[in-house]
C-alpha cells in the first residue's frame, strides 16, 4: 500500500530533550512537509522540502530542524530551544504542481512533562 | 501572505439536515481551494478541491462546494448529515508564486445530532 508513516503516535519528552519524529513515504513524491497544530489554530507549517538536499523554513521554524537524505524521508526534530512544543504534528508529502494535493500521515502527539 | 477564515469554529446539525461550512478567502487572484476532513487523532484526509476547471466541485462522501470568485468563498455542503460526518473540517489555498504551499483556516468542528 502506498501512504505516509509517522512515528511513534504517541511522543512524551521531558523539557530540555531534543526529540525526533519520523516520517517516511513511498509515493515517490518529490515535496514533502511539516505542520503543527493546536486547537483552534488549524495547522501551522513549519518546514517543506521540494527536492531531497534541500529545505526551506515555514512560518515557524524556530526550535526545529529537519533534514533530506532520501527522497522517502523526511524526519523532524524537536529542540530544546522550542518554547512550547506540546502539540500535534503532521507530515505531508506531494507531486510538485500547484493544484497537486498534499497527502497527509497519521501524525505524532508530542506532550513535553 | 494569503489568508483563509473558516467562520464557526464549532457547527451542530442535526441527523438528516443541511451542512453549511464556511470558506472565504483572500486573494487578489483565484487561488486553488481545498478541504480537507479530520476524524480525531488521525491526520487529513481530502474531501475535494477546486483547481479552476468547473466552479461547483464534488468530493467524497456526499459533500460538494462552490468556488464563487465574487464573495471569494468556497463553502462546503452536503444536503443530509450522517453521523459518521462528525469530525473537523479544513479548508486550504494554494500558495500563489509559493510552490504548492498550503494556507490553512483554522478548522470547523462538525458535530452531529441524533
Known amino acids: 500500500d502506498g501512504g505516509i508513516t509517522q512515528s511513534p503516535k504517541y511522543l512524551f519528552r521531558k523539557e530540555g530533550q531534543n526529540v525526533t519524529l519520523s516520517c517516511e513515504q513511498n509515493?515517490?513524491?518529490?515535496?514533502m512537509y511539516w505542520y503543527r497544530q493546536d486547537p483552534g489554530q488549524g495547522l501551522r507549517l513549519i518546514y517543506y522540502?521540494?527536492?531531497?538536499?534541500?529545505?526551506q523554513k515555514g512560518d515557524i521554524a524556530e526550535g526545529y530542524s529537519v533534514s533530506r537524505e532520501k527522497k522517502e524521508s523526511f524526519p523532524l526534530t524537536v529542540t530544546s530551544a522550542q518554547k512550547n512544543p506540546t502539540a500535534f504534528y503532521l507530515c505531508?508529502?506531494?507531486?510538485?504542481?500547484?493544484?497537486?494535493?498534499?497527502?497527509f500521515g497519521p501524525g505524532t502527539r508530542l506532550t513535553v512533562l | 501572505a494569503q489568508s483563509v477564515t473558516q467562520l464557526g469554529s464549532h457547527v451542530s446539525v442535526s441527523e438528516g439536515a443541511l451542512v453549511l461550512l464556511r470558506c472565504n478567502y483572500s486573494?487578489?487572484?483565484?487561488?486553488?481551494l481545498f478541504w480537507y476532513v479530520q476524524y480525531p487523532n488521525q491526520g487529513l484526509q481530502l474531501l475535494l478541491k477546486?483547481?479552476?476547471?468547473?466552479?461547483l466541485v464534488k468530493g467524497i462522501n456526499g459533500f460538494e462546494a462552490e468556488f464563487k470568485k465574487s464573495e471569494t468563498s468556497f463553502h462546503l455542503t452536503k444536503p443530509s448529515a450522517h453521523m459518521s460526518d462528525a469530525a473537523e473540517y479544513f479548508c486550504?489555498?494554494?500558495?500563489?508564486?509559493?510552490?504548492?504551499?498550503?494556507?490553512f483556516g483554522g478548522g470547523t468542528r462538525l458535530m452531529v445530532k441524533p
Open positions: 486573494s487578489s487572484v483565484p487561488p486553488y
Open positions: 505531508a508529502s506531494s507531486t510538485s504542481g500547484r493544484r497537486d494535493t498534499q497527502y
Open positions: 522540502s521540494q527536492i531531497v538536499n534541500d529545505f
Open positions: 477546486y483547481t479552476s476547471a468547473a466552479t
Open positions: 486550504a489555498v494554494s500558495e500563489i508564486n509559493a510552490g504548492n504551499m498550503l494556507t
Open positions: 509515493l515517490n513524491h518529490d515535496a
